[in-house]
Protein backbone atom coordinates (compact mmCIF):
# COMPACT_ATOMS: atom_id res chain seq x y z
CA UNK A 1 0.00 0.00 0.00
CA UNK A 2 2.67 2.46 1.39
CA UNK A 3 6.16 2.50 0.10
CA UNK A 4 8.67 3.35 3.23
CA UNK A 5 10.35 6.61 3.97
CA UNK A 6 14.07 6.45 3.33
CA UNK A 7 16.65 7.37 6.36
CA UNK A 8 19.04 9.11 4.46
CA UNK A 9 17.36 12.50 4.07
CA UNK A 10 19.69 15.08 3.16
CA UNK A 11 20.13 18.28 5.34
CA UNK A 12 19.71 20.48 2.24
CA UNK A 13 16.45 18.28 1.56
CA UNK A 14 14.93 19.01 5.45
CA UNK A 15 16.17 22.38 4.71
CA UNK A 16 13.88 23.16 1.22
CA UNK A 17 10.75 21.21 3.09
CA UNK A 18 11.36 23.57 5.88
CA UNK A 19 11.49 26.74 3.37
CA UNK A 20 8.84 25.37 1.57
CA UNK A 21 6.55 24.49 3.94
CA UNK A 22 6.64 28.16 5.64
CA UNK A 23 5.85 29.82 2.55
CA UNK A 24 3.05 27.95 1.57
CA UNK A 25 1.72 28.17 5.26
CA UNK A 26 1.72 31.91 5.34
CA UNK A 27 0.74 32.23 1.90
CA UNK A 28 -2.19 29.52 2.10
CA UNK A 29 -3.59 30.25 5.66
CA UNK A 30 -1.65 33.94 6.22
CA UNK A 31 -2.97 35.89 3.10
CA UNK A 32 -5.07 34.11 0.71
CA UNK A 33 -8.14 32.38 2.90
CA UNK A 34 -8.41 36.13 5.13
CA UNK A 35 -8.04 38.12 1.92
CA UNK A 36 -10.91 35.30 0.14
CA UNK A 37 -13.32 35.25 3.20
CA UNK A 38 -12.47 39.13 4.75
CA UNK A 39 -11.41 37.66 8.08
CA UNK A 40 -8.78 38.99 10.40
CA UNK A 41 -5.25 38.54 9.61
CA UNK A 42 -4.36 35.44 11.74
CA UNK A 43 -0.52 35.40 13.63
CA UNK A 44 -0.47 31.99 14.43
CA UNK A 45 0.51 31.18 10.60
CA UNK A 46 3.24 33.73 10.52
CA UNK A 47 4.75 31.89 13.72
CA UNK A 48 4.65 28.07 12.65
CA UNK A 49 6.37 29.17 9.71
CA UNK A 50 9.06 31.69 11.39
CA UNK A 51 9.65 29.16 13.52
CA UNK A 52 10.02 26.53 10.68
CA UNK A 53 11.96 29.04 8.65
CA UNK A 54 14.41 29.28 11.61
CA UNK A 55 14.85 25.25 12.23
CA UNK A 56 15.11 24.92 8.47
CA UNK A 57 18.19 27.97 8.16
CA UNK A 58 19.97 27.04 11.61
CA UNK A 59 19.19 22.76 12.07
CA UNK A 60 17.49 21.26 9.52
CA UNK A 61 17.88 17.58 11.26
CA UNK A 62 15.30 19.43 13.62
CA UNK A 63 12.46 19.31 11.01
CA UNK A 64 13.08 15.61 11.18
CA UNK A 65 9.99 14.98 12.80
CA UNK A 66 7.59 17.24 11.31
CA UNK A 67 9.09 15.64 7.49
CA UNK A 68 8.03 12.16 8.78
CA UNK A 69 5.32 12.99 10.00
CA UNK A 70 4.33 14.99 6.32
CA UNK A 71 5.75 12.63 4.32
CA UNK A 72 3.47 9.76 5.75
CA UNK A 73 0.35 12.21 5.62
CA UNK A 74 0.81 12.65 1.99
CA UNK A 75 1.35 8.79 1.21
CA UNK A 76 -2.06 8.39 2.44
CA UNK A 77 -3.50 11.52 1.39
CA UNK A 78 -2.03 10.10 -2.14
CA UNK A 79 -3.39 6.73 -1.56
CA UNK A 80 -7.00 7.91 -0.60
CA UNK A 81 -7.14 10.62 -3.49
CA UNK A 82 -5.80 8.04 -6.30
CA UNK A 83 -8.92 6.30 -5.55
CA UNK A 84 -11.59 8.70 -5.19
CA UNK A 85 -10.24 10.10 -8.71
CA UNK A 86 -10.36 6.79 -10.11
CA UNK A 87 -14.04 6.43 -8.90
CA UNK A 88 -15.09 9.64 -10.54
CA UNK A 89 -13.13 9.21 -13.35
CA UNK A 90 -14.78 5.78 -14.35
CA UNK A 91 -18.26 6.27 -13.12
CA UNK A 92 -18.15 10.27 -14.38
CA UNK A 93 -16.69 9.63 -17.48
CA UNK A 94 -16.21 5.99 -19.18
CA UNK A 95 -19.92 4.52 -17.35
CA UNK A 96 -21.83 7.23 -19.46
CA UNK A 97 -19.66 7.19 -22.62
CA UNK A 98 -19.83 3.15 -22.72
CA UNK A 99 -23.50 3.34 -21.89
CA UNK A 100 -24.23 5.93 -25.09
CA UNK A 101 -22.18 3.55 -27.21
CA UNK A 102 -24.37 0.53 -26.43
CA UNK A 103 -27.58 3.10 -26.68
CA UNK A 104 -26.28 3.85 -30.03
CA UNK A 105 -25.18 0.65 -30.98
CA UNK A 106 -21.64 1.62 -31.20
CA UNK A 107 -19.25 -1.59 -31.14
CA UNK A 108 -15.91 -0.17 -31.38
CA UNK A 109 -13.75 -3.05 -30.61
CA UNK A 110 -15.89 -5.55 -33.59
CA UNK A 111 -16.95 -7.82 -31.07
CA UNK A 112 -20.00 -9.10 -32.46
CA UNK A 113 -19.95 -11.29 -36.14
CA UNK A 114 -22.82 -9.89 -38.14
CA UNK A 115 -23.45 -13.08 -40.24
CA UNK A 116 -23.84 -16.65 -38.57
CA UNK A 117 -20.93 -17.81 -41.49
CA UNK A 118 -18.17 -15.86 -40.39
CA UNK A 119 -16.03 -18.31 -38.55
CA UNK A 120 -13.83 -15.87 -36.83
CA UNK A 121 -13.57 -12.00 -35.47
CA UNK A 122 -10.99 -11.39 -38.06
CA UNK A 123 -10.90 -8.68 -40.22
CA UNK A 124 -8.78 -9.01 -43.22
CA UNK A 125 -6.26 -5.79 -43.75
CA UNK A 126 -5.79 -3.97 -46.85
CA UNK A 127 -2.66 -4.90 -48.94
CA UNK A 128 -0.86 -1.69 -49.75
CA UNK A 129 1.75 -0.80 -52.47
CA UNK A 130 5.08 -0.79 -52.00
CA UNK A 131 5.62 2.12 -52.58
CA UNK A 132 3.12 3.56 -49.64
CA UNK A 133 6.16 5.15 -47.34
CA UNK A 134 7.42 6.87 -50.37
CA UNK A 135 5.27 10.03 -49.39
CA UNK A 136 3.18 9.63 -46.71
CA UNK A 137 2.07 13.47 -46.15
Same mark, same amino acid.
Given at each position: ?????????????????????????????????? !????????? !?? !????????????? !???????????????????????????????????????????????????????????????????????????????
Amino acid at each position: MMESQPNNIRSAELRQFGLLFSLILVTLFGLTLP !WLFDAHWPI !WP !WLIAGGMATFAII !WPRGLLPIYRIWMRFGLIAGFVNTRIIMFLLFYGVFAPVALLMRIAGRDALARRTYNEKMSSYRVSSIRRPKDHFERPY
